[in-house]
């Protein structure tokens, strides 16, 4: 066996063992976690909720649209009135001291989130429809990217909100703004997924009827709403008792194309 072979086949093990070594540190990566006990604070209530303030929306920070995973969101112009219920999850140890879409490092122990549209930086006063706990973040970050999350919250702030060990939660998220810190009025602990709504009672019933048919989901009701010039009847399918249970029935709804859902609660 002559030198020149030797040679190689010592460099083509060492190339393997590097790439065995990368592939490791890729997954390494793409975990994400609680950070190690040492490090978390043992008196939570000295972290404050973030302060709203006056700061410029940049463009760069803020186009018009973008697009992650091959999905486009549109950054919405303003966040006047912004309010929507839906599933928040948090980030932890993966992304800490990384940097955030406005340029700040991520600090998993301040209160901050990531939000797909509304503009960078916002404020937000986060509620559990469960518990009823409140608090108020700065959106410094683009996320989550999963298509049934609405907010992800620091890992503190997931911890203040009750909802760090399950990992996600029922929430609703209400824009605040500098001088209002936007006190929560969300109370209600019944969540519903609302999937249509109508002026006749006979195609909400159809929609009803055609969720049980296809896709055997017998738990819906029809909601109707008056209001001063019309009156409409809203398919809701629930209540609906944790996170896991939302996500088996929206990809159920998705098998009969059935995408454009919200979530509700009263």
Avoid at 16 to 32: G, H, K, M, N, P
Avoid at 178 to 194: D, H, N, T
Avoid at 217 to 242: H, M, N, W
Wanted: proline residues 4%; glycine residues 6%.
């Amino acid at each position: 066996m002559n030198k020149s072979f030797l040679l190689l086949l010592s460099l083509l093990l060492l190339s393997c063992s590097i790439t065995q070594e990368r592939q490791e540190l890729s997954v390494a990566e793409e975990l994400d976690g609680r950070p190690d006990k040492s490090e978390v604070p043992l008196d939570f209530s000295g972290i404050s909720d973030a302060i709203p303030q006056y700061e410029p929306w940049s463009p760069s920070i803020n186009p018009v649209s973008y697009t992650v995973l091959g999905k486009e969101y549109k950054v919405l112009k303003t966040n006047k009135g912004y309010q929507q219920q839906g599933i928040a999850s948090w980030y932890g140890t993966k992304f800490h001291q990384k940097k955030t879409a406005t340029g700040e490092d991520y600090d998993m122990f301040a209160m901050t989130a990531a939000h797909k549209t509304l503009p960078i930086p916002s404020y937000a006063r986060v509620t559990n429809l469960d518990n009823q706990a409140s608090i108020v973040v700065k959106i410094n970050d683009r996320g989550p990217f999963h298509e049934h999350r609405i907010i992800d919250l620091s890992y503190i702030a997931a911890v203040k909100l009750g909802i760090e060990t399950a990992g996600t939660g029922f929430v609703e998220v209400t824009a605040v703004h500098p001088g209002e810190m936007g006190a929560s009025l969300a109370l209600a602990k019944q969540v519903y997924i609302q999937i249509g709504a109508f002026s006749d009672r006979a195609n909400a019933a159809k929609l009803q009827q055609r969720l049980a048919e296809e896709i055997s989901l017998t738990a819906s009701r029809i909601k109707k709403q008056e209001t001063s010039d019309k009156t409409l009847y809203r398919v809701q399918v629930g209540p609906i008792s944790s996170v896991t249970e939302a996500d088996e029935i929206t990809q159920k709804l998705n098998s009969i194309a059935i995408t454009r859902t919200q979530f509700i609660s009263e």
